[in-house]
């Protein structure tokens, strides 16, 4: 499945959508989304786990 986040990662919780994507997914970050994945953030230490 393909999951966007086009919203701020101060304003969505992405340990939420973590829960539920699995290994055969994907996330799309666009917009304010892309604030999640900016080298050395808190957003992006999650995603990496």
Known sequence: ML??????PY????SALLRL???E??????QDGVMAVLKNSESL????K
């Open 3 to 8: 999951f966007t986040v086009s919203h701020s």
């Open 11 to 14: 304003h969505c919780d992405l």
């Open 21 to 23: 994507v699995t290994s």
């Open 25 to 30: 997914d994907a996330i799309l970050f666009l």
């Open 45 to 48: 230490n999650l995603l990496l």
